[in-house]
RNA sequence: CCGCCUGUAGCUCAGCUGGAUAGAGCAACGGACUUCUAAUCCGUAGGUCAGAGGUUCGAGUCCUCUCAGGCGGGCCA
């Protein structure tokens, strides 16, 4: 905060010295951070430019600026450098006190700001790709947290569409045999392994997470489904039969007597009841849901509610936005042409879609049903509170509560079952609601979606925009980012672990990397995956510890390093470039990597353990402010002083670009300063009171930052030991 | 064909309102552990920032073109 504050009072003097002394406006005076300290804290190179204006050399004019301008009192002095930078050395021993001092609140807005993220397919387990999104998502609403805006986290649940009938019709049709191998059984009769599928389902909780859950199953099952039907015709033809049932819903059908009755039709030979199949439908997906939850829990990844596709198309949002863009004259009506009988919308008009060579989107096929687009549309409206009814009320779900959990700490995982913290989920019955809790209706809405997702993110944009809402559509920010590819040598890996082979091509495995995919089954599991880096993390803690000191708290310690090695592999690359995931480099603790970050943290708190044991000194305290000399921090420790104070700058700089590889440079340059102080300015045997006092300070606030920008904002949990 | 993204050290990547000497990590080589725990640090070596033009006092960053790779442009979701 207190480098925010400066630059811009700063940027403002500086403008006001210019108007007064060459008359000029400038209103985006912008102080950027020199490369290294010997040009000073902040620097100004608007000199450069004005020197054409003015007629005089960029020096003077800086020069005349630097005499003239009324500098804020944290400014030391000015110099002039180079062809004409203007260099501001800051107070060091003043920045540093307010620092000490600690930041005041950061205000808040009063508006609400809505993330939706992690969103996958309820028929797999998730992979390591699917935790792309949400642990970037899950950054993005730390961030906005802690620049006090309220955030409602929303994970929208397909449970509706083809991905989910494709388990489905596995369970109910795949060939016994197929079906048996796929659960991992001995083959038996149907009604026997719908039995086994359903014992599977778990109970209606969400489970701690581990490897041998339904979405695990879910994931051996699909692939076998797809694999199946271009080779099966009869096969094929039951996806539509079950999306038909799922799309028809299962009237409150209790889950017991939809088995009771699926296994019935089995042995009587009959076909499946509809309401029995939409029922099992429901229960997988919601089966998969609560093991999605389980996993991200294991990152502390939470949520605020789940909206539910069924809930959309039972309580009629897709009616409603379609009335309203009919009103609106969005969309017309085809009655000749390719696309007679369907319901389009133009988009020539907007200049982004102008030169497409066909600019009219279907949002209505011509049988009658909507697209996943007018879905989505829909959805985006209810989210910025612009889906109305006629009377002009918001149309909106019923809520219930889904689960209940806790977080001990900002990185710590998430505990469901009980707690304080509502999920909550949308339900078909709008009267039901949760008291103290409303959903939708945000000011700013993040999708954060795979950035093959564009076309029809711009397309949902668009249609709010057409709609009349032109601010609302601004405020619809896609935060689209690349997928997670496995490189060869990673498919080679898993094809060894698992035993099996994908049966890619030569030309496919000579490619830079592959794309996972859970219609073949290509992926690393999040959890096994999550597993594997704990497996490695303890070796690493074990073989560290040396002979045969084995730490009682092993297990969490792990856990930890494991969760922190991920979430910082995630955050540390830019979000528009593929993530070829290459096991050796993900398992990586050394180097630039989480457990470097999280070592430094814990090697600074562990000055203070020995301190107190050696000296009866501990952490700095606030009291002790006013004990500190007056001389200046050397360069080294200041420039550490620096990097603490720019904190504000980057979370902003991130979050406005959507770019949390800065605030990942960021704490790595922290850890990375601190690191090689460490070597240079030792505390404990230092016998100068005033220096050890100075030393105290500058590494209690290095071992502050470090605790907010890890645990508060990338979820990376400082463990006590490592 | 049209649109978006990417191309920076041997490898993986930072470099984000155009600024001063292009940075990390890994790999390589040479050093520092009876120490505040070496998951660390220090040093050496490694670059026509894909290529060519342009704008600018100044370009890895902005514009144009070319080349290479990826992804979109479904009455799939």
């Given amino acids: 905060m207190p480098l925010t504050t400066i630059r811009e009072r700063s940027a403002a003097a500086l403008a006001a010295a210019l108007q007064a002394e060459f008359d000029h406006t400038v209103d985006d005076i912008f102080l950027e951070i020199p490369p290294n300290r010997e040009m000073g804290d902040l620097a100004w190179p608007g000199a450069l430019p004005l020197a054409r204006i003015f007629k005089k050399s960029p020096r003077a004019i800086a020069e005349a600026l630097a005499e003239k301008t009324d500098w804020p009192e944290e400014i030391d002095r000015v110099e002039i450098a180079g062809p004409g930078f203007l260099n501001l050395f800051l107070k060091r021993s003043a920045i540093f006190r307010q620092l000490l001092e600690g930041s005041e609140k950061e205000y808040a807005t009063g508006s609400k700001t809505i993330v939706e993220h992690t969103n996958i397919n309820p028929n797999k387990a998730a992979h390591i790709g699917h935790l792309r999104n949400s642990v970037l998502g899950d950054i993005l609403v730390r961030c906005q947290r802690h620049l006090g805006h309220e955030v409602e986290v929303q994970n929208y649940i397909d449970d509706t569409g083809v991905q989910v009938a494709d388990v489905v019709v596995g369970i109910l049709y795949l060939p016994e ?33 581990s490897t041998t859950d339904f979405d695990d199953l879910s994931w051996e099952i ?28 299962c009237d409150g059908m209790d889950l017991d007597e939809a088995v009771f009755s699926l296994k019935g039709s089995v042995i009587a ?73 369907c319901w389009v919308m133009s988009l020539a008009e907007s200049p982004e879609f102008a030169d497409m060579e066909d600019p009219d ?13 007018g879905k989505d549309i829909a959805y985006q409206l209810w989210k ?71 076309y029809p993110q711009k397309v949902v944009k668009e249609a709010v925009r057409i709609l009349g809402h032109a601010s609302e559509a601004d405020r619809s920010i896609h935060f689209a980012y690349e997928m997670v590819a496995l490189t060869p040598a990673a498919i080679r890996e898993i094809e060894k672990r698992s035993g099996k082979s994908f049966g890619l091509s030569d030309e496919q495995m000579a490619k830079a990397f592959v794309e996972m995919s859970g219609r073949k089954g290509i992926g690393v599991k999040a959890d096994e995956f999550l597993d594997i880096l704990e497996a490695a993390a303890a070796d690493a803690i074990t073989e560290r510890a040396g002979d045969g000191d084995i730490p009682d708290d092993l297990p969490r310690r792990a856990r930890s390093i494991s969760v922190g090695a991920l979430r910082y592999l995630m955050a540390k690359q830019s979000r528009n470039r593929v993530l070829a995931f290459d096991f050796d480099e993900a398992l990586a603790f050394e180097g630039d990597t989480g457990p470097y970050l999280q070592y430094s943290a814990v090697r600074a708190n562990k000055i203070f353990d020995k301190l107190r044991a050696r000296r009866g000194e501990g952490r700095f305290e606030r009291t002790e402010i006013s004990s500190l000399a007056d001389t200046e921090l050397p360069d080294d420790l200041w420039a550490l002083v620096l990097e603490c104070a720019r904190r504000h700058d980057v ?43 100075m030393r105290r300070a500058v590494f209690t606030l290095f071992a502050d ?14 463990p006590e030991e490592m």
Wanted: charged share 20%; hydrophobic share 40%.
């Fill in 177 to 209: 045999p197929d079906l048996a191998a796929a659960l991992g059984i001995e083959t038996a009769r149907r009604d026997d392994l719908i039995d086994h599928v359903v014992g599977a389902l778990g109970p209606d909780q969400v489970p701690h997470a």
């Fill in 222 to 249: 699909y692939p076998r489904v797809t694999n199946l039907y271009p080779e099966d015709e009869v096969f094929a033809g039951r996806r539509a039969e079950v999306l038909h049932a799922v799309e028809a819903g």
């Fill in 269 to 341: 030979g009959e076909i499946f009841s509809e309401r029995a199949i939409a029922r099992l439908a429901g229960a997988v997906a919601s089966s998969n849901v609560r093991c999605h939850l389980a996993t991200m829990a294991r990152l502390g990844v939470s949520y605020d509610v789940l909206p539910h596709e069924s809930d959309i198309l039972h309580l009629g949002f897709w009616a409603r936005a379609f009335e309203m863009l009919k009103e609106a004259g969005a969309i017309r009506l085809e009655s000749d042409g390719k696309n007679n009988g």
């Fill in 361 to 373: 989107k279907i949002l209505v096929r011509s049988n009658g049903t909507v697209t996943y687009t």
């Fill in 384 to 454: 910025l509170g612009l889906l109305t009814d006629p009377d002009g009320a918001l149309h909106d779900f019923g809520y219930q509560s889904f689960a209940t959990w806790e977080q001990s700490g900002p990185a710590q995982p998430v505990r469901y079952i009980e707690g304080r913290h509502t999920l909550a989920r949308t339900t078909s019955n709008r009267v039901q609601t949760i008291a103290g809790h409303t959903f939708g209706n945000g000011r700013t809405v993040y999708n954060v979606i795979d950035v093959r997702q564009s």
């Fill in 651 to 693: 979370v902003r700089q991130a979050i406005d670009n959507l770019e949390f590889s800065l605030l990942a440079g960021h704490v790595h340059n922290l850890a990375q300063l601190f690191h090689k102080l460490y070597h240079g300015h030792p505390i404990v045997p230092e016998e100068d009171e005033n220096l050890r006092l």
């Fill in 705 to 718: 930052e470090m605790k907010i920008v890890l645990e508060e904002l990338l979820g990376i949990p400082v």
